[in-house]
């Protein structure tokens, strides 16, 4: 019996995007096959401001259908991203630059960066969603627990109702129940110690000198300052602070549904000083200007699964930040969406064998590239603790080298194309060897 019924559990980036991907490659073999999406909020909703697309972010949004839904939303869409500028906060130097042009302009195998509302990107995806056959989204249903049961995992809801499926991936989440309680239990996310403090300001209420095209990166000493325009039309300015953040007092500054406003009003202070304490002194007019406005910070505490977890039971595979989210480099949804084409290619390839086949293929192709993935950004992400003066200006003169350095490995990066990537070919022998030894998944990716 090939796979009928598909939970997908959580509706971001790597849910919607598995249900997409799935739809796309298993239509055409299992026309009646069903893609449930459950997602825990009553209505369409994010945490967090903006977001950086990387050129290969973009081409698997493209892959999907979902880049033309977002060109469609016009300024909401986002604004093209050529390049991420580093400057130093202190001097007011401009130390070098993330860039998303290849070499004739164009961007790499036609995309470059684009920043984006994610609720823009959520609404892109959902229509795209609409147009799928197959596939479709339940909203208010907030995965609690579930069970395989012989040849079915069955999925519980904090609305006391069920759903029954062949499989069910795991997306929804760094803090993902599906990988606590059903896949490996107990294995918690960790704090990385460094927040972000967000907020949206309107360009028209800015009066000074903004320093920079599209995106910038402002480093210094006490963390760094984002700075980058999310429309196409310039008119709206994300600033997020990437500040080391002690763990107390992110429980402490929690904003709550229902909390006093006293309460409220006490933490959006706290957070409005925090900002200024650390990025007062700039040498930036622009970034003086905005952490004197009486804006809304909001804090998202960044968290991580450390790699070596275990990503698949019998019948349930963790995809997306449930499996390995990472410190982000602007590019943690890229592995999202890689994931989801991926997964989906692997199990068209094999729909009539136990969902354990291919979970296991897929976990042999994925789980170095990510592994790599999460050293190469845990290596930079300490760069945003707070640190003296002599480590911060040695941090400002090596960065040329260290973009220079990481040139190649980005360009490969951002060339990658998991539509385009062999699905490896497993013969019948091997596969009734496999079964009847219960061989582990080491041995099972040397064999492969
Ligand atoms: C502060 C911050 C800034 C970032 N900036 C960038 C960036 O610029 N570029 C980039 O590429 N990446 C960035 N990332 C990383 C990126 O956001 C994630 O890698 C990406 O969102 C992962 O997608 P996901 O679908 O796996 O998880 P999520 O986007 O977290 O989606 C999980 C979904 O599951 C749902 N869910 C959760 N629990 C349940 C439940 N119990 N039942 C049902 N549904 C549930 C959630 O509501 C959500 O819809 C950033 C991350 C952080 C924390």
Request: aromatic fraction near 10%.
């Amino acid at each position: 019996m090939p796979v009928r019924e598909i939970l997908v559990l959580g509706g971001g980036i790597a849910g919607i995007a598995s249900a997409l991907a799935l739809s796309k490659e298993l239509c055409p073999i299992i026309p009646d096959v069903k893609i449930r999406v459950f997602e825990r909020h009553e209505v369409p909703s994010t945490s967090g401001g903006a977001i950086n697309l990387t050129p290969v972010a973009q081409r698997h949004l493209a892959h999907l259908g979902i880049l033309d839904e977002l060109d469609k939303m016009g300024p909401d869409g986002g604004t093209e991203v050529d390049a991420i500028e580093i400057y130093s906060i202190r001097t007011g130097r401009a130390l070098g630059s993330v860039n998303f042009n290849d070499k004739s302009g164009h961007g790499y195998k036609g995309y470059k960066g684009r920043r984006v509302t994610r609720i823009a990107l959520l609404l892109a995806m959902i229509a795209t969603v609409e147009k799928a056959t197959n596939v479709e989204i339940e909203f208010g249903k907030r995965v609690v627990g579930g069970e395989e049961k012989g040849n079915k995992v069955v999925i519980h809801f904090g609305d006391g109702s069920t759903a029954m499926g062949d499989l069910a991936l795991g997306c929804d989440g760094v803090h993902s129940p599906t990988r606590t309680r059903i896949v490996d239990i107990g294995r918690r996310s960790e704090y990385t110690g460094i927040s972000f403090l967000q907020t949206t300001i309107r360009t028209a209420d800015l009066k000074s000198h903004i320093h920079f095209h599209t995106s910038a990166l402002n480093i210094s000493r006490y963390g760094s300052m984002l700075t980058s325009y999310c429309d196409r039309d310039l008119d709206e300015l994300f600033v997020a602070a990437i500040i080391e953040y002690d763990e107390d007092l992110v429980k402490q500054n929690r904003l709550e549904y229902g909390q006093e406003w006293r309460a409220q009003y006490a933490i959006k202070m706290a957070f409005r000083e925090e900002v200024r304490d650390r990025f007062s002194k700039s040498a930036f007019e622009c970034i003086r200007e905005i952490v004197q406005l009486p804006t809304d910070w909001f804090l998202y505490p960044v968290y991580q699964v450390p790699p070596g977890g275990k990503w698949y039971s019998d019948r349930v595979l963790l995809l997306g930040d449930a499996a390995h989210a990472m410190p982000p480099r602007d590019e943690s949804a890229a592995y999202a969406l890689d994931d989801a084409i991926l997964f989906a290619r692997t199990l068209a390839r094999y729909p009539y064998r136990p969902p354990g086949v291919s979970f296991r293929i897929y976990e042999s192709i994925r789980r170095e590239p990510v592994n790599q993935a999460f050293k190469a950004s845990t290596k930079r992400w300490d760069k945003n603790r707070d640190t003296g003066a002599l480590k911060a200006s040695l941090t400002e003169w090596t960065l040329p080298l260290y973009l220079r350095k990481t040139k190649d490995a980005r360009k490969e990066a951002w060339e990658f194309d998991a539509s385009e990537v062999p699905i490896p070919q497993i013969s019948e022998e091997q596969l009734a060897f496999d079964w009847a030894s219960g061989m582990d998944s080491s041995e099972f990716e040397r064999e492969i």
